[in-house]
């Protein structure tokens, strides 16, 4: 079992960047697949971008390719998403997670931190 734990999140002007965080103290969280997921108001839970900590695999969104960069830092136990050229429509609660298998399905992955908020302002 694990507790991932978002940070990063804020108010950003629309075309800047923002770099969110997903770390969580069991050393187990390294044997996981991290998934990036958002939800805005009113919508369902919707797929960013998942990595591998096993063998480094990674899968984007279509929505989101060339925006959105996913990373791992094996000694802090962290995951972070790149978002550069941040639109209004980005604006979101962004939520880390952590499954057995690499999917883009929310149902895939067991273990949810609580959220940071993405808010773009143009």
């Known amino acids: 079992q694990v507790q991932p734990v978002e940070s990063g999140g804020g108010l950003v002007q629309a075309g800047g960047s923002v770099r969110l965080s997903c770390a969580a103290s069991?050393?187990?969280?390294?044997?996981?697949?991290v998934g990036w997921f958002r939800q805005a108001p009113g919508k369902e839970r919707e797929f960013g971008a998942a990595i591998s900590w096993g063998d480094g695999s990674i899968y984007y969104a279509d929505s989101v390719k060339g925006r959105f960069t996913i990373s791992r830092d094996n000694a802090k136990n962290t995951v972070y998403l790149q978002i550069n050229s941040l639109k209004p429509e980005d604006t979101a609660v962004y939520y880390c997670?952590?499954?057995?298998?690499?999917?883009?399905?929310?149902?895939?992955?067991?273990?949810w931190g609580q959220g940071t908020q993405v808010t773009v302002y143009s």
């Open positions: 997670a952590a499954g057995r298998v690499i999917g883009r399905r929310p149902g895939d992955y067991v273990y």
């Open positions: 069991e050393r187990t969280f390294t044997t996981y697949v």
